[in-house]
């Protein structure tokens, strides 16, 4: 299970800097507003995703490194997992208002 998590911990700084330029290039693109908007409404919501995962999924890996026993890492996963939920829900909602 560490190496998935690892993999993918690697796999999303990829993603995230791959959505970061894609952002850049449809804010500057020529496309035409509405179209501009919603691509760009749908590139920060991935990137809200990834980078919420990427950081989280850090945190965690640290929190390990730390803390050994089963309880500790089983509450640390619960923590993040809802910290994580709150938090995209809170963006997901940012991002619903510049939609309208």
Known sequence: MSA???LLQRASGLVLVLLVAIHLGVQQALF?????????IAVDW???AAALYHGLNGLRTVAYDYLHRAGAQRAVNWALW????ALF???SWGLWILIQ
Do not use: E, I, S
């Open 4 to 6: 998935l998590l690892w």
């Open 32 to 40: 035409a507003v509405p179209l501009r908007r919603a691509a760009l």
């Open 46 to 48: 991935m990137l809200l």
């Open 82 to 85: 809802l910290t994580g939920l």
């Open 89 to 91: 829900t809170y963006g």
